[in-house]
């Protein structure tokens, strides 16, 4: 459905930050879609220089930017005036390690979008739970939550930006 170059046309990431090669379904709240693991990766030369596995954080990250994917494509033609960020890990199992040349499918779903009640404006909290497997094998599962950010009201508390 989506390959690596539309990916990036949609989320702002880019090698070798960017770990969802593909995109092979999309509705409402539901995305499917896989990164390819390399031998050559950049994160397997240190982690762990005996046992080779691809760290959590990076498989947490790939979650998060599948469901980023996700939720922009649900927000429309509008999410390019936000930012997506981290917000909060709710849970996270590790179950089994991820080797270098595995392939993992990726799936999010989301639960449901929430106004931030906090503060008066366009910001809200996606809470999404994810799934990272290899084959049959079930790697990783998350919760977690997503804040969708007004860019200018956030470059502008911050003071950082282009």
Request: aromatic share 12%; hydrophobic share 35%; glycine share 6%.
């Given at each position: ?7 990036k046309e949609i989320i702002p990431y880019d090698e070798p ?146």
């Open positions: 459905m989506l390959n690596k170059e539309q990916i930050f960017l770990f969802v090669d593909g995109v092979e379904e999309m509705s409402e709240n539901k995305i499917s879609g896989f990164y390819q693991t390399s031998a050559e990766d950049y994160y397997f030369k240190g982690h762990f220089v005996d046992f080779k596995i691809m760290p959590g954080v990076l498989v947490v990250e790939a979650l998060a930017q599948l469901s980023t994917i996700l939720l922009r494509n649900k927000i429309g033609e509008e999410h390019k005036k936000y930012h997506f960020l981290a917000y909060e890990v709710r849970s996270c199992q590790f179950y089994k390690p991820i080797f270098p040349g595995d392939k993992i499918d990726l799936t999010s779903e989301i639960l449901g979008i929430y106004p931030d009640s906090k503060e008066k404006t366009d910001n809200k909290i996606a809470r999404v739970k994810s799934r990272a497997l290899v084959g049959e094998d079930l790697k990783c599962e998350a919760r977690f939550s997503v804040a969708i950010v007004n860019k200018k009201e956030f470059e502008k508390r911050y003071g950082r930006g282009k």
